[in-house]
């Protein structure tokens, strides 16, 4: 029987397991990514687990996300990043060079190779034909450590598409066709697949803003073929001895299919506060616009930003909005500010920003509020703007910068205007933002300023859990709930303590102090709890506040991880409506633990109610192990190195 390209990659790195799906397998890593705002817990991971250097082929620390210097705390984490780098043998990327997925993409990406990203948007690097997966931050350490990443075998979806896009319409347009075709939560536990005729239409970059949003599927990672477009873009970037030629076998069986004619799509846009709530740009064109942001991992390729110009061109941006672009990388703002397009967006009105997340995660360009705000970007999530009242819209960056021009969310088939986008020759890779580690690693002195403090390390597990319920909350928890990650607290990213104090502030805002007076507790949630971001301080700011189990209806892929990874036990429901059984501030009490753990089924006592509830657990005998040591730190200590 034929095998998905997925599938093929993964059995090429095979270490441990069988390729057979929902089996715990063990991958070689080839290389790794971290982000600044994820990377600092990593690093001190990494330290705490004693190693002389990193084992993966390549292993690059990116700085995109906190890069606004007001106070000390940002330049702080950077400086330890950095001599951190230095002394592990990984590369280190400087503020300023651009987003990490758009630069992992441009420099480094190999098609068939293995990527593990403390980010949840690394699939980009399905694009090029990779398996490239977003993990917690633990994970990543003990990758650069061993080399070696644990999964459970997902299914493979096919998304087969045919037929070419219609002017105007774009890559951002498939991606969220197939949010409103299978939800958020249609991609748990599954790879998604690309295949079809319709993939020859697609440059790499479109096909990396398509897996890029796979991350909004609640997918493992997603995944193109590599053939003669990735050659294209591997030459561009003066890499092509990287490329080969990858795809699935001819009689691949997939557990899905769905079927895309490309010619049937029109511009989409997703409504607030959901990444799957989408509708029809036409719907709604009567829309006033306040501010629209152009830019993220998932829009800031050269060509999105070519055609941008190309609309901006010899017009005004409309009087009332607020236009801001941040290009994916230092190269593709140097080659735009060549070619002239930079100038034509500035004398448009556009803001430029520096090449890094920027109002994506909330560093700077909050909406004023009640604004309507127009993103290119990949989330819309209630809050993550920086002002709660604004109401977010996705949309690709020609509904965005036809928008910009009315003042009014746009169709942008009614412009007049010419899109056929020619790539230069060959772009300059930006060498001077990358700082490569030196010969002699054993002499760097790794710096740590006051701004680091000592990340939480649970206990090994015992018999019993007890506690009050601190919190019970609704379904599609994101974790930009519960550890919101605006302006204000991305500088306190490697301060677990003073983060943990504002833990669920936007939903209830007593549950920090709640935790402290009760020594702890129980959280209970609904579906899909911990969507979105691959934070690990979504795990680790709940167990410094003493959270000893998450109980819900079910996790979405990464928090769970990272609750196992921290030594938090992640509990569901047998029957999803006992959920109305447990009350807010409940007693309740979990015996028997170690036995009851590798048999899945748990029961919990509910002390206050008197009732008895099935729980449960759904893991390998390696997370039991993890849980019974209280962490993947202290499991990797003794058993991997
Ligand atoms: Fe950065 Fe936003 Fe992507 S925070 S990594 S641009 S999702």
């Not at 043998?89 to 190779?113: A, D």
């Not at 020759?425 to 300059?428: A, D, G, Q, T």
């Not at 730190?633 to 058993?639: D, E, I």
């Given at each position: ?8 990659v993964?059995k090429?790195?095979?270490i441990?397991?069988?390729l ?14 971290t ?5 600092t817990?990593?690093y001190?991971?990494l330290?705490?687990m ?10 690059v ?14 330049a ?45 948007h ?9 398996i ?20 459970k075998v997902?299914k493979v979806?096919n998304?087969?598409l ?7 319409v ?15 939560k ?9 295949t ?12 990396a ?17 590599s053939?003669?477009?990735?050659l ?14 990858i ?9 899905e299919?769905?079927?895309?004619d490309?010619?049937t799509?029109?511009p ?45 061109k ?9 236009l ?11 080659t ?6 930079l ?9 430029i ?39 977010v ?5 020609e ?7 009315k003042?009014y969310?746009?169709?942008?088939r ?7 986008i020619?790539?230069p020759?060959?772009?300059?890779r ?7 580690p030196?010969?002699?690693?054993k ?49 306190y ?9 504002f ?6 805002k ?7 007076d ?7 949630g ?6 979105g ?33 921290s030594g ?31 048999t ?11 009732m ?7 893991g ?12 993947y ?7 991997l190195?």
């Open positions: 029987m034929g095998l998905s390209l997925a599938y093929k993964l090429d790195h095979l441990e397991g069988e057979k799906q929902g089996q715990e397998i063990c991958i070689k890593v080839d290389q790794t990514l982000q600044d705002s994820t990377g817990m990593v001190l991971q330290e705490a004693g190693v002389e250097g990193v084992k993966t082929d390549l292993s620390a990116y700085i995109d996300h906190n890069t606004l210097q007001q106070g000390f705390e940002n702080d984490d950077h400086e330890f990043i950095k001599t951190v780098a230095a002394k592990y043998g990984i590369v280190y990327s400087k503020p300023g060079n651009g987003i990490c997925h758009q630069l992992q993409l441009e420099n480094f990406g190999k098609p068939g190779s293995t990527l593990l990203g403390s980010d949840s690394t699939p980009t690097g399905g694009g090029l034909g990779m490239s997966i977003g993990a917690g931050g633990l994970d990543v350490a003990v990758a650069m450590a061993t080399g070696k990443y644990f999964m997902p979806i998304v087969k045919s037929g070419k896009l219609s002017p105007w774009s890559a951002k347009d498939i991606i969220l066709h197939v949010l409103r075709e299978l939800s958020v249609g991609g748990v536990g599954k790879i998604v697949e690309y079809g005729e319709g993939v020859k239409s697609l440059s790499v970059t479109d096909r803003t398509i897996t890029n949003m796979g991350a909004e599927l609640g997918a493992t990672t997603s995944i193109f073929p053939d003669s477009n990735t294209e873009y591997l030459k561009l970037q003066g890499r092509e001895g990287d490329w080969k030629e795809s699935a076998d001819a009689d691949a069986t997939y557990d299919v769905l079927e895309i490309l010619s799509l029109e989409l846009v997703a409504q607030p506060h959901s990444p799957d709530n989408v509708r029809p740009v036409k719907e709604i064109i009567n829309l006033k616009v306040d501010q629209i942001s152009i830019g993220s991992c998932t829009n800031s390729s050269y060509s999105d930003l070519m055609k941008v110009a190309r609309i901006l010899g017009k005004k941006v409309h009087p009332d909005v607020s801001s672009i941040a290009p994916g990388s230092s190269a593709i703002l140097k735009l500010a060549e070619n002239g397009a100038a034509d967006m500035i004398a448009a009105g556009a803001r920003l520096e090449c890094a997340c920027g109002p994506c995660i909330g560093m700077g360009q909050a909406p004023k509020t009640d604004a309507i705000s127009l993103r290119t970007f990949n989330r819309n999530f209630f809050g993550r703007s920086g002002t709660e009242s604004a109401q819209y996705l949309v690709s960056p509904v965005a910068a036809a928008s910009a021009l003042g969310l746009e169709d942008p009614i412009l007049d205007v010419e899109l056929d020619q790539m020759e060959k772009f300059e930006n060498d001077s933002l990358f700082v490569y030196p010969a002699d690693r002499s760097v002195e790794v710096v740590m300023g006051p701004n680091i403090k000592p990340f939480p390390v649970n206990k090994a597990l015992g018999e019993k859990l007890e506690g009050k319920v601190v919190l019970k909350v609704e379904d599609n928890i994101t974790t930009d709930h519960i550890m919101p990650s605006n302006a204000s607290l991305l500088p990213r490697s301060n677990i303590p003073h983060l943990a104090n833990s669920f502030s936007t939903v209830d007593e549950f920090p102090q709640r935790c402290k009760n020594g702890g507790g129980f959280i209970v609904g579906d899909n709890y911990g969507q971001s691959s934070r690990e301080h979504a795990a680790l700011a709940p167990l410094y506040l003493g959270i000893k189990a998450v109980i819900t209806k079910s996790f979405a892929r990464i928090h769970k991880a990272n609750l196992i990874n938090i036990i992640p509990l569901e429901f047998a029957d999803a409506s006992d959920y109305e059984k447990i009350g807010f501030m409940d007693d309740v009490e979990i015996g028997d633990l170690l036995s009851a753990l590798p899945g089924k748990v029961m919990l006592n509910d002390k206050t109610s008197g008895s509830i099935e729980l449960k657990f759904e390998s005998e390696r997370d039991i192990e993890i849980l019974r040591r209280g962490g730190l202290n499991y990797a200590k003794s058993n190195i």
